[in-house]
C-alpha cells in the first residue's frame, strides 16, 4: 500500500529541499549523499527518499524552483512597459533582491548544472534562456541596430548577466553597499557601455 502524503507534505518537502541545498553549496553535489542529507535533516534516508527519489531530484527541484523565481521576475518586469532603460534597471534590482536571499541556490545554479541528467539540464537551460531573452529584447529596445546582429547581441547580454549572476560570491548583505546600488551601479556600466 502507497504511503499517504502528510498534512505538512510540502513544508517538510521544502525543509529537505533547502538542507540539501546548504549542503551542496558547501560540499559539491557529488560530495553530499543522501545518508548526509539525511543526517543533516534529522530524519532517515528512506523518508528523504519518500519525499524525492533521487539525489538529482533534490538538485533539480533545488534549481528549478530557483531559475523558475527569476523567470517570473523577468517576465514581470519585461510586461510593465515603458522605456528600455527602466524596465533593465528594474529588472537588475529584482534579480539582485532574489540573489541576496539565496546565495546558495545561485551558487548551485551557477556550478553544478552538468550533474543533471540531460533532458532535466535541458529544463534549467531552456529557463534561464527566457530571463536572458528578456534582457535581448530590452537590449534590442535600446539599440535597434543590434536586431540584426545576434552574434555581437549575445557576448552583450551576457555581460549583463556576469556583473550580477556572481554576486552571490562576494556580496555581503550586510555590508555598508546595498543590493539595490549594486543594480544600479551595474545598469549604469552596462547602458553606459552600450556600442552606440
Known sequence: MARTQSADYDKRRDMIRDVAAELYAKKGFLGASIAAVAEACDTSKSLIYHYYPSKEDILFDVMDTHVQMLVEAAQRVEAEGGAPETRLRHLAHELMRLYNGAQVDQKILLNELSNLPPERRAEIVRQQRLVIDVVDRLLIELRPHLSDNPTLRRPIVMMFFGMLNWTHIWF???????????ADMATDMFLGGLPA
Open 172 to 182: 555581503d548583505p550586510n555590508g555598508p553597499v546595498k543590493s539595490g546600488a549594486i
